[in-house]
């Protein structure tokens, strides 16, 4: 049993901002489920959204978000994260993050979808790494934080006075195979999100929803789970991870087309290539669907070898590794789960409803997304909020209590052991079928009688055993499962990500 004064699951942006804003003599564990780089944070390549121009206003930036979610944000937390940007590219900053800057040393910022200004700050095309690498640099000059790398939070404990909510967590320490306990009267969740739901996802492996799974079995509030975002051009390769093919390609002029060669975007949105990610996705799912297809052709083979090898070197090169030449080859893309709106209910400190437990970045919801996410703004919302936490957290003090219980074992009884990696791929089809681009009320209710099907069947390992980590994220992964079927059935109109084909 270790006592810390505050635990963080999680060494992305949200978790990493947390434990480096919080003061120095409070004693910190935070927990990374594999390596610390290992996480969606390091892979983000278009940057973090700030009004920093003259030309643009706190007001610009509020109603763009506001129009992208469809009428769900609310409106306070959006006005109060969207202040926060200034602040948080200072602090990204006095830490060291090497953005990119102008002839006048300026902080460079570009634009991106959905934005009525340049206020995109960025680090070529590679942000999320920058940012992580220097955060990352300064957490080895931390005493104060331990970093426990392979460590995977299974469950929260319970303090033994109810009202008094929790004394820590279990975590299962992956390379000794076996059990550690965590006391501590602040656990902060910040797991990222939950793209392995699902076939396809631009996600990092960590993605299997654990922070749902873990609040939600302590009691606490979800919100907007229906919205999840999915990124229209992943790459679509049998054994290829479904990385993104930028949407500057279609900025550039990429045709979407069947792979008998036949345009199809116009035909969807007067747009075509342009319109929205979200529009661009279902257009593609339904052509993938009406013609039987695992995935389109994204083709811009008709610009020069020359333009292609200048503005899109990396993409250019991943695409090469796996056998297409994007100079000749139209490239096989489909989309895939990228990023979730909803989550651990939150305010925008961080607080969830169960005393003690906190969530942040991906795996919270403060409200700010709504319906569907600007672009950039979740780098934004995990500075922001992290912040604003470990301000809340240094001036409450409470003290630890013991857990009530510490035995995993108790919660782990062992029923029929089903084949955990199968029921992964199949709740995966599952979930592309029924909660994916286009939902439907009774495949939604099938979808949602199956799911609770396993979570009656999982069992875990009796023995600390290398099938654990498997059947924790599958019991989290289910977990989370059920609650988006039963989110997407209960709103029954189409709004923002959650199209409803049966709904009104
Ligand atoms: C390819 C890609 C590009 C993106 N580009 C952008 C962009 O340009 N701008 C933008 O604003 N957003 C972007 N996003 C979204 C953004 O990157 C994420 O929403 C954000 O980084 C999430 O940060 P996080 O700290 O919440 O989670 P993450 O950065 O994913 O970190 C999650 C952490 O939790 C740990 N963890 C998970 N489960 C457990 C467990 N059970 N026990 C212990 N540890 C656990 C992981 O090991 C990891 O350390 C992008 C996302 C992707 C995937």
Known sequence: ??????????AGLAGVTVALSLPPQLRIA???????????????????????????????????????????????????????GPASLD????QGVAFSRDAQQRLHLTREGGHSQRR????????????????????????????????????????????????????????HFCQKAFVSPHVVLATGGLGHLYSKTSNPACATADGIGIASRAGAAMR??????????CLALPGAPAFLISEALRGEGAFLRRPDGTRFMPAHDARAELAPRDIVARAIAH?????????????????????????????LQRCLDYGVDVRRDGIPVAPAAHYSCGGVATDTVGRSSVPG??????????????????????????????????????????SVTAPKSTDAAAAAEVRAQIDAQ????????????????????????????????????????????????????????????????DAALLRRESCGLHQRIDGT
């Open 1 to 10: 049993m270790m006592h810390y004064d505050v635990v963080i699951v999680g």
């Open 30 to 84: 935070l927990l990374a489920k594999d390596q610390l780089d290992l996480c969606a944070s390091d892979r983000a390549q278009g940057g973090i959204a700030a009004v920093l121009s003259a030309d643009d206003s706190l007001a610009q930036h509020v109603q763009d978000t506001r129009v992208a979610g469809a009428g769900l944000c609310d409106e306070a937390v959006v006005q109060h994260i969207v202040a926060q």
């Open 91 to 94: 602090w990204l900053c006095s």
């Open 120 to 175: 995109i700050v960025h680090a070529g095309d590679a942000s999320g790494h920058a940012i992580m690498k220097a955060l990352h640099a300064q957490l080895r000059q931390r005493p104060n934080v331990i970093i426990h790398e392979h460590m995977l939070a299974i469950d929260l404990c319970a303090a033994p006075d109810a009202d008094a909510g929790i004394a820590g967590l279990l975590a299962f320490d992956q390379k």
């Open 224 to 233: 907007h789970l229906e919205f999840i975002q999915f990124h229209p051009t």
């Open 287 to 315: 052509e993938m669907q009406t013609h039987g297809l695992d995935h389109v052709l994204l083709d811009i083979t008709h610009r020069d070898a020359a333009f292609i090898e200048a503005h899109f070197p990396m993409i």
């Open 357 to 398: 437990l906190y969530a942040l970045g991906e795996t919270a919801c403060t409200g700010l997304h709504g319906a569907n996410r600007l672009a950039s703004n979740s780098l934004l919302e995990c500075v922001a909020t992290g912040r604003a936490l470990a301000n809340h957290l240094a001036k409450s003090a409470r």
């Open 422 to 485: 199968a029921v992964r791929m199949q709740l995966q089809t599952l979930m592309d079928t029924a909660a994916g681009l286009l939902r439907h009320g009774s495949t939604l209710e099938r979808a949602g009688r199956q799911i609770r099907q396993w979570q009656d069947q999982l069992g875990l390992p009796a023995r600390w055993a290398d099938s654990l980590r498997e059947r924790l994220e599958l019991r989290n992964m289910l977990d989370a499962a059920a609650l988006i079927v």
